[in-house]
């Protein structure tokens, strides 16, 4: 059984341009959450979503960051006119909805150049 | 408003030695789990032990056990029979459980750089 996957796993971006990131979950999970991790920090919760429905968005900036999580296909997080204090390692995780864990992916370091 | 808290500084320990990592939290919640997580160079995150709020006894994974104390709203992580392998930044963690069971945010301490030392 495939773990937590995200692509790309490193993205370059120049200002104002838009970044896309993905994440699949486990087989069999419905529940996903993004994280967002700056340099010598820890997580920060950004949004939880279930299929075609997002549950708690409030970790998100209220402007250009987007998440959907559609019936088919792996969850997105956009954002958009990125800034250079976009640049961060952003971490999705999954859970089956009963049990202890969220399961994480390896992450996608975002650079704003 | 959950808050967790990590003020060791940089924390070292001789291989083989048995070595705790500090961690206190802030929650007016009743049900909450607590958790710890790895985070080696590398970059992902390895989930390590959990522990709810009402479990008696202080969870154990292998080397790695929990130490509980629900009073003082500390959960320290012991690490016993440090390796080599356990350089890494560790990460306790916390979710409210009394609405959404396990399906609820995780709020993380800012981490602790553990090296051990051959």
């Known amino acids: 059984n495939a773990g937590v996957m995200q692509n790309p796993r490193h993205l370059v971006r120049r200002r104002g341009q838009e970044a896309r990131l993905r994440c699949s979950p486990m087989?069999?999970?419905?529940?996903v959450y993004w994280y967002r991790q700056l340099p010598e920090e820890g997580l920060k919760f950004m949004v939880y979503?279930?299929?075609?429905?997002?549950?708690?968005e409030s970790g998100m900036p209220k402007e250009r960051f987007s998440a959907e999580f559609p019936k088919e296909g792996p969850s997105i997080l956009r954002i958009q006119q990125v800034v250079r204090g976009d640049s961060a390692a952003y971490f999705c995780?999954?859970?089956?909805?009963?049990?202890?864990?969220?399961?994480f992916g390896p992450g996608t370091r975002l650079t704003v150049l | 408003a959950q808050k967790i808290t990590q003020t060791q500084p940089g924390m070292f320990v001789q291989e083989k030695e048995a070595v705790t990592l500090d961690c206190t939290y802030d929650?007016?919640?009743?049900?909450?789990?607590l958790f710890w997580y790895k985070q080696p160079s590398s970059g992902e995150m390895i989930f390590l032990i959990y522990?709810?709020?009402?479990?008696?006894q202080n969870a154990t994974e292998g080397r790695y056990s929990l130490n509980f104390q629900k009073a003082r709203k500390s959960a320290n992580l012991v690490i016993s029979a440090s390796q080599l392998g356990d350089s890494a930044m560790y990460f306790c963690?916390?979710?409210?459980?009394?609405?959404?069971?396990?399906?609820?945010?995780?709020?993380f301490g800012k981490g602790i750089t553990l090296s051990v030392r051959p």
């Open positions: 087989k069999g999970h419905s529940h």
């Open positions: 522990q709810g709020s009402y479990d008696e």
């Open positions: 929650t007016s919640d009743q049900s909450y789990g």
């Open positions: 979503l279930q299929k075609e429905n997002i549950i708690d």
């Open positions: 963690a916390m979710r409210d459980e009394i609405y959404s069971g396990a399906n609820s945010k995780l709020t």
């Open positions: 995780a999954s859970s089956p909805g009963q049990g202890n864990e969220q399961f």
